[in-house]
């Protein structure tokens, strides 16, 4: 998973070198996928560390949860949204939280 931080640490919006993410996205890698729209997609952590663990992936390219556009703001409410609706939709009520990517 390493090479994934350092592809996203170093993407630059809309030139950005395919990582887990684009690949999920452009379907050339399988998901589980339990909620996508023109926003976002949801799927299941292939790889999970936990019960329950599901990845909320912007269409849009953000490498970095501290690199959005003043035009994300939108996006980033409703990827909450989304993730907050899933996290019910699993069972998972309010007992959930957010990870950002890439890891710190």
Not at 27 to 34: D, F, K, N, Q, W
Not at 82 to 91: F, L, S
């Given at each position: ?62 490498p970095h949860t501290n690199q959005p556009e003043e ?34």
């Amino acid at each position: 998973m390493g090479n994934e931080v350092a592809k996203t640490q170093h993407a630059a919006p809309g030139k950005a070198a395919p990582t887990i993410f684009s690949q999920i996205l452009d379907r050339s890698l399988p998901a589980v996928i339990l909620y996508e729209d023109q926003q976002c997609l949801v799927s299941r952590d292939v790889a999970s560390q936990a019960p329950v663990h599901f990845l909320v992936i912007p269409k849009k390219s953000i490498p970095h949860t501290n690199q959005p556009e003043e035009e994300d703001q939108q996006l980033l409410g409703h990827l909450l949204l989304v993730a907050k609706k899933t996290a019910k939709a699993e069972g998972m009520g309010d007992g959930y939280q957010l990870l950002h990517w890439p890891p710190e």
